[in-house]
């Protein structure tokens, strides 16, 4: 059991292999690999309670795996379901937090530079004085993808940062992430329940069932079958798809 | 002007029964003449030095037992270890009444300053430290993973972190310890007097001089209101993020 956290051995991806973790008598990783390569957004599917969180928190070093062969993660910065901002902070010392532990980058111009301009590239420079309890969900989980990209990371987790907006303000979320995406090219592990969501973003959609990676598909061939297949993977009957679409 | 009417109806009548004498003076001065006699100690300067001298040693005790209590809440809040050190021993001094102590710590550190600044450090020590320990540990543990995702050093951690993320608590602890630091300094000072206001209630009991300990009493409310005033002001400069002012138009991202 190897637990190496250093980005030379992944270049910057994620490799893992054989992890596992059990809560109480529940196996809920058994024996997982995983790859992410470098510059991809690699999006994770699964129903819920599948392990998804319990997979990113393993991946960000919030939690300890039971047992793994190998787990190399480059640096990483989180944006969970919950945006988590400090409310004492103004918007602009919350992404400046991650400009100040162990592993920060350094800036040119000092940490408030660096962070205004990283709210100007979500769209929120004119709200870096303001508090976060000022703020609307949507403006606040933008405000953690700042945070989370201030910091430079290697691989940029996201446990389902989109679910708890409407649908609307999701729609600009994923406009947002592929222009950040474009721009600044990190490699990007994207927790969603979200098949439409999964499709729209990644290069690559995985799927978690049963504790491990049980598929891997390339987003390319004809949308419509891929969704499909991937509705059959997660164990969604047509039955279900049906009456979830009145 | 109505929630005043009451008020002054009362001072009113205690002048009534003072200028007939239906109370003798010894008993219960009235208002003119405790007002008189404020005038009077104020020229002299017994007042303003008792007050000055009070004032300082509040202000050095409740000083060493804030910090005392801040360092000694984190310690415990940040840590299991902390905790078993450092709890216990300050939940049993939390039952003793800190007054009843006052004979013990006159007699380990004899008469002059010492005792009077260690019953005010043991009285305020406590709240702080309650107050400090329960709010780092109700500190969202979200908010903390975040410190532990961008890998903040453990000063970083309390400082920006823990502490403010306690800070309503441990402000609610500050004023309860401001009150208590009062009530200390009027006990060491009435037990033990030397100089402070104490010392000039005692004496005035000694010459049965009833202005100047209404005057004394006085005198403590409206410090006991004074710091509360200040902690509240302190307060909602502290925790303005709790309530922002809404941008006029929300937008709707
Ligand atoms: N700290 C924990 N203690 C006990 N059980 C947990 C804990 N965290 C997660 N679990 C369990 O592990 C399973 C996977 O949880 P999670 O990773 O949060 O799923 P997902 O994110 O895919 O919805 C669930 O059954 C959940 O109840
Ligand atoms: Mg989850």
Known sequence: MSLSRTTRQCEGGVQVRGLSKRYGQRLVLDGLDLDVELGQIVALLGRSGSGKSTLVRILAGLDRPDASHHLAVGSVAVAFQEPRLLPWMPVWRNVALALEGAGAPRTDHGPRTAA??????????DRADDW??????GQAQRVALARALVREPDVLLLDEP???????????MHQLVRRLHARHRRTMFLVTHDIDEAIRLADQVLVLAEGRIAAAHLVR?????????????LGVTEDETSRTRH | MRRWASTLAVIVLWQLVAALELLPPAV??????????????????????????????????SAVGIVLGLLLGLVAGLWRVG???VDRPVQMLRTIPFTALTPLLILWFGLGEAPKIALIVIATVVPVYLNTFSGVRAV????????????LSARQRAVLVLLPGALAPVLVGLRYALGLAWIAVIVAETVNPSAGVGHLLTTARTYVRTDIMLICVAVYAALGLLTDTLVRLVETRLLRWRAPALPAATRRM
């Open chain 1, 162 to 172: 989109f679910s708890g907006l409407d649908a609307l303000t999701r729609i600009s």
């Open chain 2, 28 to 61: 219960l001065p009235g208002p003119i003449t405790l007002l008189r006699s404020a005038a009077a100690m104020v020229v002299d300067g017994s007042l303003p030095g008792a007050l000055a001298i009070s004032l300082a040693r509040v202000l050095a005790g």
């Open chain 1, 221 to 233: 061939h004809p949308l419509h079958e891929l969704r499909r297949d991937l509705l059959g993977e």
């Open chain 2, 83 to 85: 905790e078993d050190l």
């Open chain 1, 116 to 125: 205004v301009a990283m709210l100007d590239e979500v769209g929120l420079a």
């Open chain 1, 132 to 137: 976060p309890l000022a703020l609307s969900g």
């Open chain 2, 140 to 151: 969202d543990p979200k908010l903390v993973e975040v410190a532990t995702v961008y890998r």
